[in-house]
């Protein structure tokens, strides 16, 4: 399976364009990407064969044009990013982290009922504190501090 972790920035916009075209050829993503950034036409294609390399876009010859395909979804990628930094914070600061990401982002109606579905079924088997995971959480300091504020 591709592996969304090992895409730089620059390589997600790239994948942003092919994920909405479903498929492009190197022209039709070289002209979107130089509506939004100033890349030159050789770094956009070192791009693009990066991500062939890793394995998250295909490509093929038809003609004299590139067609590239994603090799994966754009849901999957970016479950794939979350589940990876999250998996970096102490367990006790994601949820703090979760709020101000839930305050700092423009939400639809839906989003918003399907987060407080969500929410209200965890809150059922959720636990009254969640514990520290740092690598020496009795001299961090800090997970401490945030357990009594929380």
């Known amino acids: 399976m591709a592996q ?5 920035t620059a390589e997600w916009e790239l994948m942003r364009v092919v994920w909405t075209l479903h498929e492009a050829s190197s022209s039709d993503i070289i002209m979107a990407i130089h509506g939004k950034k100033d890349w030159t036409e050789s770094t956009i294609k070192t791009l693009l064969r990066r991500l062939v390399q890793k394995e998250v876009l295909t490509t ?3 003609g004299r044009k590139f067609i590239y395909r994603p ?4 849901d999957d990628a970016m479950d794939q990013m979350t589940t990876e930094v999250f998996g970096r914070l102490c ?3 994601k949820g703090r982290t979760l709020t101000k990401l839930v305050a700092n982002t423009t939400l639809s109606q839906s989003d918003i009922k399907e987060l407080q579905k969500t929410l ?3 809150l059922q088997t959720a636990p009254e504190m969640v514990a520290c995971d ?3 959480p009795m001299s961090c300091g800090h997970c401490e501090n945030d357990s009594v504020m929380a």
């Open 4 to 8: 969304a972790k090992e895409m730089s």
């Open 71 to 74: 090799l994966i979804g754009e």
């Open 60 to 62: 093929r010859k038809e």
């Open 134 to 136: 740092c690598i020496a």
């Open 120 to 122: 209200a079924e965890k």
């Open 91 to 93: 367990r006790m600061k």
